[in-house]
């Protein structure tokens, strides 16, 4: 019997197996271990994938990737808004979620009168002969005048040359092809380029031109396609039908997040046996106090994705993990060392050939894929070769990198990775020499120059050596590991290891709102890292002429006191009560993971309940 790990990143997902004994990556249908979560529309079929991912260029709108960003978020959330901002996706606003909506690459042109265009062919579609003026490309017209109402960001403007109009084209995005039918004219850009945002009853979906019609996709039905791929690649391996199997997601997921997550899951198929946070998983992997329990000592893991990164400081403690800090930054990721590394090829192009690639949206895109691709080959040789077909106004582009010069150039960010793993040891009170052992993960890691600096700012800490476990698999890995143990508990021992019974803790810390000298402020009432099942009480004295008790309740990160930045869960009013009562209330952490909190009046007998869902993270012991 199999049991499946499943870890859903940003940018890619991997799939790992236990069964016989043993855990490793399941390879996809295209033999990688990785898959990248992008999901691409046509007029014919959905892509998952590699394939969605190369062509990304020639159909921008109608690709959706980082879907993960807005699982379980309101379209109104700035992180949808940042999302939205730099997506070339359309995003609608539909019941309070994100969609996205795809107008299939193209812009609508309505002529505003009778012209002659010469047509031409080009590659079985006509277009129009495409004139230069200053280094302009324009469209050659012989008679008549044309207007152009544009139904998109794409601006046109209507020239005159020699007597004669011409359009000329304020951003070149790529080779504009023109169908021409009924008197109008349909353009379609083949570019990436950014799409106007709408609102739509408040939920963001995706609505993409597929099988010829508009439809909408939200973001659950967008990560369910991703992860029925997975499900594909472990029916494949396990045999047909429901797929049993843990996810990882980020320790700083809502239960909102959480629950996107796992209907997207369960909607593909898989039978979902728990949700884990990825340190939880991380550590796993390597079986860290899993096989010694009288074991005590510090862990940090650190993961290095796409687009963000996280330190967290756990106690390893008779074989149980308990999170001491967490610490996520949204603005960081391995993305901005390709980003270093694109910049570095367009310099070099413009030196050969005296022109910037990155003024073109397609080129700039195009250099992009490239440089992730010589990203990743320097993870693992010293050299990588940049080969760019057409690049920039038909020149073809070939430049050597080497990983020396890449690694130099990216030392100027590196100290955004140290900053954050001693924000985490500073938040957890633990001074980086007490630290033990310390695991990296996520795609961004396997960078030689990411280990060596982690290894440096903690030269007293053992490293998790990454030659057993590749960095982009072992959340993964450890997630099929707590697969085996819950599958185990049916009778089916997969995994040895004793008293792998299972327990958990809170990521984020309960509080509540307090009037303080300086203002409302927050109070903790149930510290980040506190099991579950547990028990608090607070109490609170009505002031003079008092008659109504409202409290209210946030989820903090650790060390986080701040009002802003807290995530406000419920509210509670009791109305008409005697001056001077005193509120007792209590706050029960069950063992499903709801908070339940009851506040009771103790003279008048009255009291008020609510049950919340809360984040939690799996330990064992």
Same mark, same amino acid.
């Given at each position: ?59 921008? *709108? ?28 359309? #995003? ?32 079985? =579609? ?9 280094? =302009? ?20 403007? #209507?020239?005159?040359?020699?007597? =004669? ?15 021409? $039918? ?20 408040? =939920?963001?979906?995706? $609505? ?11 973001? #659950? ?135 910037? *690639? ?66 985490? %040891? ?6 980086? $020499? ?14 030689? %120059? ?26 993964? !890995? ?7 143990? %819950? ?45 579950? *099942? ?12 008092? !008659? ?65 869902? #809360? ?7």
């Amino acid at each position: 019997m199999a049991a499946f790990g499943v870890h859903f990143g940003t940018c890619s997902a991997c799939l790992a197996v236990y069964k016989d004994g043993k855990t490793d990556v399941v390879a996809n249908d295209l033999g990688d271990r990785v898959t990248p979560c992008v999901v691409a529309f046509t007029e014919h079929e959905a892509t998952v994938g590699a394939a969605a991912k190369q062509g990304i260029i020639r159909n921008a *709108p109608n690709t959706v990737s980082h879907v993960k960003r807005l699982l379980g978020r309101a379209f109104n959330d700035p992180v949808s808004q940042d999302y939205i901002a730099s997506s070339p996706v359309k #995003v609608l606003n539909q019941d309070g979620e994100p969609v996205f909506e795809v107008e299939c690459g193209c812009v609508l042109l309505v002529i505003i009168d009778l012209f002659v265009c010469q047509v031409l062919n080009q590659d079985g =579609e006509p277009v129009f002969e495409v004139l230069n003026q200053d280094g =302009e490309p324009v469209f050659e017209v012989e008679c008549g005048c044309v207007l152009l109402v544009i139904i998109d960001l794409f601006v046109c403007q #209507v020239l005159n040359q020699d007597g =004669e109009p011409v359009f000329e084209v304020l951003n070149q995005d790529g080779e504009p092809v023109f169908e021409v $039918e009924c008197g109008c004219v349909l353009l379609v850009i083949i570019d990436l380029f950014v799409c106007q945002v709408l609102n739509q009853d408040g =939920e963001p979906v995706f $609505e993409v031109e597929y099988k010829e019609k508009k439809q909408k996709f939200s973001p #659950v039905k967008i990560a369910e396609m991703i992860y029925r791929k997975m499900l594909e690649t472990a029916q494949s391996h396990g045999g047909s039908g429901i797929q049993d199997a843990v996810l990882a997601v980020p320790s700083d997921f809502t239960a909102e997040q959480r629950n996107a997550v796992s209907d997207a899951a369960v909607k593909a198929g898989f039978n979902v046996l728990r949700v884990i946070s990825e340190c939880s998983a991380a550590a796993l992997a390597y079986d860290l106090g899993q096989l010694e329990h009288h074991e005590e000592y510090k862990l940090l893991v650190y993961r290095l994705g796409g687009t963000s990164h996280d330190a967290t400081v756990l106690q390893v403690q008779n074989g149980m993990y308990r999170v001491m800090a967490s610490c996520t930054d949204h603005s960081f990721g391995a993305d901005r060392f390709t980003e270093i590394l694109q910049k570095h090829l367009a310099a070099e192009f413009q030196r050969m050939y005296r022109c910037n *690639p990155l003024e073109n949206k397609r080129s700039a895109a195009k250099l992009l894929l490239n440089a992730e691709r010589c990203k990743h080959t320097l993870s693992n040789l010293s050299n990588a070769e940049c080969a760019a077909d057409s690049l920039y106004d038909g020149i073809d582009f070939h430049c050597a990198v080497s990983r020396a010069r890449f690694e130099n150039q990216c030392t100027g960010v590196l100290s955004q990775c140290t900053q954050l793993i001693q924000q985490a %040891l500073t938040e957890a009170g633990c001074p980086k $020499e007490d630290v033990k052992k310390v695991v990296v993960c996520g795609g961004g890691a396997k960078m030689p %120059l990411v280990q060596r600096t982690i290894s440096s700012f903690l030269s007293s800490s053992e490293m998790m050596s990454s030659n057993s476990i590749s960095e982009d698999e072992v959340i993964a !890995t450890g997630a099929a590991k707590e697969a085996a143990i %819950l599958v185990g508990k049916d009778g089916n021992q997969l995994l040895e290891v004793e008293k792998n019974s299972s327990v958990r803790c809170t990521t984020k810390a309960i509080c509540i709102k307090v009037k303080g000298s300086s203002g409302d402020q927050l109070e903790v009432v149930l510290p980040a890292g506190s099991l579950i *099942p547990s028990r608090q009480q607070h109490a609170a004295t009505l002031a003079d002429g008092q !008659t109504s008790f409202v409290m209210e309740v946030f989820e903090s990160a650790a060390g986080d006191s701040s009002l802003s930045a807290a995530q406000k869960l419920a509210k509670i009013v009791m109305r008409d009560l005697s001056p001077e009562s005193t509120i007792k209330s209590h706050f029960h952490l069950k063992r499903e993971g709801d908070l339940h909190i009851t506040c009771h009046d103790a003279e008048s007998g009255r009291q008020e309940s609510i049950s919340i869902p #809360v984040a939690d993270v799996p330990n064992h012991s």
